[in-house]
Nanobody, 116 residues
Framework: VQLQASGGGLVQAGGSLRLSCAVS????????MGWYRQAPGKQRELVAH???????DYADSVKGRFTISRDNTKNTIYLQMNSLKPEDTAVYYC???????????WGQGTQVTVSS
């Protein structure tokens, strides 16, 4: 099982980052995929999701700032994050949406830290 998120880092408020997640074909193919995040002391939350055909939806907190996309030939999803805020600081993960039977598999995630 592969859910390998990458691209995180330290950025100033207002900056941008682009996350990538390489996913096993068994999870990726024909499924809706999502980006999730977990801040210290908080529960994991859904940030955005994208269907196999490319329909997207976003949490209200990131609408207009984040863009989710996918490349179905590479089993990879992306998250373009613009106008980052300190409250976006979290570990970001990808998984199927909803995770269902894959809920036990999250990978290591990628840390995003936004300084004020």
């Amino acid at each position: 099982v592969q859910l390998q998120a990458s691209g995180g880092g330290l950025v100033q408020a207002g900056g941008s980052l682009r996350l990538s997640c390489a996913v096993s074909g068994s999870i990726f193919r024909f499924n809706t995929m999502g980006w999730y995040r977990q801040a210290p002391g908080k529960q994991r939350e859904l940030v955005a999701h994208i269907t196999w055909s490319g329909t997207t939806d976003y949490a209200d907190s990131v609408k207009g700032r984040f863009t989710i996309s996918r490349d179905n030939t590479k089993n990879t999803i992306y998250l373009q994050m613009n106008s980052l805020k300190p409250e976006d600081t979290a570990v970001y993960y990808c998984n199927k949406f909803p995770p269902g039977t894959w809920s036990a598999y999250w990978g290591q995630g990628t840390q995003v830290t936004v300084s004020s």
